[in-house]
């Protein structure tokens, strides 16, 4: 706008400057009735030429009306119009235009009231539908846009809403479009930014999911003790059918306790007759061998001055 407006300025100035010289060139300092005549005429030719002049910028379209009819669409780059008997109304953007819109407290499928925030992208495609077949066309699209959301949300349950934007999306996208097409508007695609539902619903849908987790944790505690059983069973079996192993497996097990943990180990009678150990004496010259092995732990150092014990 800035543009058009200082090129008509230059124009209007060239052509009144070059005027008020011919009239100094052909009338002089004196020239009668004739110099303020022509002054004149150089005046309203220059009005009329900045008038005239018109530029539209490569993503505008001027929408021409001749004696109220629609003539023609201008642009982009410099054109003509006839003063008084053209008029243009309407300079059409031709690019991506990005609107937001929402729909407030408006009920799911499963009567839950959220807050819907979305983004529309379209363009205009056909800058005479939008300039004759409808009075503004960027508010009729944000209704449109806004209606459409509400009607999708009406038919939709929470749970969907929340997992299937994408879904949520292209349906709106297809809503929309069919509703702009005849204004020659083009929906490119909808994004819907974020879905807001009441806190005390949040609190039971977390509620909800951590007592999901947990049923799920103790599902797989109880099949990891079902596999360790089976384990377990079969280990038995391996063992009933060959007592030397499980004689073996039995005295390695007693010699990592005792070698780890300390130089006494307590076993039932019964597991050490099943175990085949041996007799309890004999156990127990085992442990305190064991013990022998290991250091004895050093006596801490007395003072000087403490007479010995």
């Given at each position: 706008m800035r543009q058009r407006n200082a090129l008509s300025t230059v124009v209007f100035i060239v052509i009144l400057v070059a005027g008020l010289g011919l009239d100094f060139l052909y009338f002089g300092p004196n020239g009668g009735w004739l110099g303020p005549a022509f002054i004149f005429v150089v005046v309203l030719v220059a009005a009329l030429v900045a008038t005239a002049l018109k530029v539209a910028d490569?993503?505008?379209?001027?929408?021409?009306?001749?004696?109220?009819?629609?003539?023609?669409?201008?642009?982009?780059?410099l054109f003509?119009?006839?003063?008084?008997?053209?008029?243009?109304?309407?300079?059409?953007?031709?690019?991506?235009?990005?609107s937001t819109f929402t729909a407030e407290r408006t009920l799911t499928k499963d009567t839950v009231p959220v807050n819907v925030d979305a983004v529309l992208f379209w363009k205009v495609v056909d800058p005479m539908?939008?300039?004759?077949?409808?009075?503004d066309y960027q508010?009729?699209?944000?209704?449109?846009?806004?209606?459409?959301?509400?009607?999708?949300i009406g038919k939709t349950i929470l749970a969907d809403m929340l997992e299937g934007r994408e879904k949520?999306?292209?349906?709106?996208?297809?809503?929309?479009?069919?509703?702009?097409?005849?204004w020659g508007i083009n929906v490119i695609s909808v994004e819907v930014k974020d879905v807001l539902i009441p806190p005390a619903l949040e609190d039971a849908m977390s509620m909800q999911a951590q007592a999901e987790r947990e049923r799920q944790a103790r599902v797989i505690l109880g099949d990891s003790e079902r596999q360790i059983?089976?384990?377990f069973g079969e280990a038995a079996a391996s063992y009933a059918n060959n007592p030397t192993a499980l004689h073996l497996r039995a005295m390695n097990m007693l010699y990592e306790g005792l070698k780890h943990n300390s130089t006494i180990v307590i076993v039932p009678s019964t597991a050490a007759d099943s175990m085949q150990l041996g007799s309890l004496s004999g156990l127990t010259a085992l442990t305190m061998g064991l013990g022998a092995r290991q250091p004895a732990p050093s006596a801490p150092p007395t003072a000087p001055d403490e007479p010995p014990a």
């Amino acid at each position: 706008m800035r543009q058009r407006n200082a090129l008509s300025t230059v124009v209007f100035i060239v052509i009144l400057v070059a005027g008020l010289g011919l009239d100094f060139l052909y009338f002089g300092p004196n020239g009668g009735w004739l110099g303020p005549a022509f002054i004149f005429v150089v005046v309203l030719v220059a009005a009329l030429v900045a008038t005239a002049l018109k530029v539209a910028d490569p993503w505008t379209r001027a929408v021409v009306l001749r004696l109220g009819r629609f003539h023609a669409l201008r642009g982009p780059g410099l054109f003509f119009i006839i003063p008084v008997i053209d008029t243009i109304p309407y300079w059409i953007d031709i690019r991506v235009i990005t609107s937001t819109f929402t729909a407030e407290r408006t009920l799911t499928k499963d009567t839950v009231p959220v807050n819907v925030d979305a983004v529309l992208f379209w363009k205009v495609v056909d800058p005479m539908k939008a300039a004759l077949d409808v009075a503004d066309y960027q508010s009729a699209i944000n209704w449109a846009a806004q209606t459409a959301l509400r009607d999708v949300i009406g038919k939709t349950i929470l749970a969907d809403m929340l997992e299937g934007r994408e879904k949520i999306s292209v349906e709106l996208q297809r809503i929309i479009d069919l509703r702009t097409e005849p204004w020659g508007i083009n929906v490119i695609s909808v994004e819907v930014k974020d879905v807001l539902i009441p806190p005390a619903l949040e609190d039971a849908m977390s509620m909800q999911a951590q007592a999901e987790r947990e049923r799920q944790a103790r599902v797989i505690l109880g099949d990891s003790e079902r596999q360790i059983a089976e384990k377990f069973g079969e280990a038995a079996a391996s063992y009933a059918n060959n007592p030397t192993a499980l004689h073996l497996r039995a005295m390695n097990m007693l010699y990592e306790g005792l070698k780890h943990n300390s130089t006494i180990v307590i076993v039932p009678s019964t597991a050490a007759d099943s175990m085949q150990l041996g007799s309890l004496s004999g156990l127990t010259a085992l442990t305190m061998g064991l013990g022998a092995r290991q250091p004895a732990p050093s006596a801490p150092p007395t003072a000087p001055d403490e007479p010995p014990a």
